[in-house]
């Protein structure tokens, strides 16, 4: 019970005795069992940075339009804390001026802003009773991919591979893909891994040139003396492996290894010269220019290859009607930089046979009010209290609506889905029981769920 019985303790682990596990440090991402039976096998999340508007793409309110102008009865918003509403600003209700119609078999509402994902209503799931805990937009994307709003968290990305590794030994498990004027508010800690090793974190590849900056070898080094200079680092850092015992440093071992194979595999990765002229046209891809829809053709390559959890980012979608962020003209731009490409995603994903194992997510931080803010121009607010994601593939309903709104979209009035319910539902879908995925951390077992989360059944085919 003291540091004799410690230090006996990991001499016998050393040995793989007691139930030990076996040394994975050659490759901290190599495939794990999960608890159970996956629906899935991999994840692309389509992260819409901002927190677009529901109400003009998805959740159709006439009576919102009939009484537009007027104020929001006070029982709404008695209460409740918003980014930025308030006397300056105004609350009263506004209708969205965009025209929305019925489509697939399923018959899901969608506006005229969103042509091409209206093609693919049968084959997600639309849920509109999303509700989050953070109303500004750094704490908001920190929550939605951590679980919580605090630094130094796990991303889901980094729980998954944690949990379950990835099946491909030349790229990286996690991937991150950016596209849109400027990146995510919060940076680089939406993909990080937090407490968890490194070697889970996300790794973001460049939209032009290297994917990754420094990968190519500097002239006059040739193959064989790079690998010798590998060799000779990894032979340093196992000795002071063996000396301290840190983690961090098979973590270093395997990045080493990690890069040298994607001197290969990553400029084959971003090399669409593979791909037919129809690919290109299905997704809109222009050769050479960085793009959401180029993001999206990467995503389904890096699936293809094995990679478990690609996430894409797309900014601007906060739209409080200042300049650049108003819901006439730059929202119906924002609009068309993704709305062809994730179509096509999901479209070529199911001629592939890659849909089934392959679960794709859209969605933002939050959502918006039904009250506009009057700036410059007309905006709205953010909203917590409910907003719409959708999810096709990968285990979940096909041509099904999820959640209901009240008759202003303010609250959710049946079916709420909160962020813990849509990681505990991921995680499920992935073999993983979210209660189990556990990390100990300075005295205590932290999972992406915390202490909250309840599979939504009801998503699941």
């Avoid at 949990?163 to 939406?190: K, T, Y």
């Avoid at 300049?323 to 730059?330: R, S």
Wanted: hydrophobic content about 35%; some cysteine; glycine content about 12%.
């Amino acid at each position: 019970m003291g540091l004799g019985g410690i230090a006996l303790a990991s001499l016998l682990a050393e040995d793989r005795l007691f139930g030990a596990a076996a040394d994975t440090s050659a490759n901290p991402t190599a495939p794990k069992p999960p608890h159970f039976k996956p629906r899935t096998k991999k994840i692309i999340y389509l992260f819409m940075a901002g927190g677009p508007s529901q109400l003009e793409l998805f959740d159709y309110k006439p009576r919102l339009v009939e009484l537009n102008g007027q104020p929001i009865p006070q029982s709404f918003i008695e209460g409740k804390r918003f980014a930025f509403m308030g006397s300056s600003h105004g609350t009263n209700l506004l209708g969205t001026r965009r025209r929305f119609n019925a489509h697939g078999r399923c018959g899901a509402w969608v506006s005229e802003l969103f042509p091409h994902t209206a093609t693919i209503v049968d084959e997600i799931t639309l849920v509109k009773s999303c509700a989050t805990n953070l109303f500004n937009h750094a704490p908001a994307k920190l929550f939605m991919n951590t679980g919580s709003g605090q630094f130094g968290r796990p991303s889901m990305g980094s729980w998954v591979t944690y949990g379950i590794g990835s099946e491909c030994d030349d790229l990286p498990g996690f991937v991150v893909l950016q596209s849109g004027p400027r990146g995510p508010r919060g940076g680089a800690v939406n993909w990080g891994s937090g407490f968890l090793p490194t070697s889970f974190q996300g790794v973001p590849f460049r939209g032009g040139g290297e994917p990754i900056l420094d990968l190519t070898s500097p002239k006059g080094v040739s193959p064989a003396r790079q690998r010798q200079t590998i060799d000779a680092i990894r032979d340093l850092n196992l000795r002071r492996a063996m000396e301290t015992g840190d983690p961090e440093i098979n973590t270093r071992i395997a990045a080493y290894e990690m890069a040298y194979r994607m001197q290969s595999s990553a400029p084959e990765l971003v090399d669409l010269s593979g791909e037919s002229r129809a690919t290109l046209d299905l997704y809109g891809v222009e050769p050479g220019r960085p793009s959401f829809a180029r993001n999206c053709l990467l995503a389904r390559r890096l699936v293809e290859r094995g990679v478990r959890f690609v996430q894409l980012y797309h900014t601007n979608w906060d739209s409080h009607g200042g300049p650049g962020e108003n819901l006439q003209g730059d929202f119906e731009k924002v609009c068309r930089e993704v709305d062809r490409g994730q179509a096509a995603l999901v479209k070529d994903l199911k001629a592939r046979g890659l849909l089934d194992e392959t679960l794709v997510i859209w969605g933002g931080e939050f959502g918006r009010t039904p009250m506009g803010e009057n700036r410059d121009t007309t905006g709205r607010n953010h909203h917590i209290d409910t907003f719409t994601m959708w999810f096709a593939g990968g285990g979940v309903k096909a041509g099904c609506s999820l959640g209901e709104t009240d008759e202003l979209g303010f609250n959710a009035v049946a079916d709420r889905c909160h962020v813990h319910d849509i990681h505990a539902t991921i995680l499920h879908l992935l073999g993983l029981e979210h209660t189990k995925l556990t990390f100990r951390f300075q005295g205590r077992d932290f999972r992406l769920t915390d202490v909250h989360g309840e599979v939504i059944r009801k998503m699941l085919a």
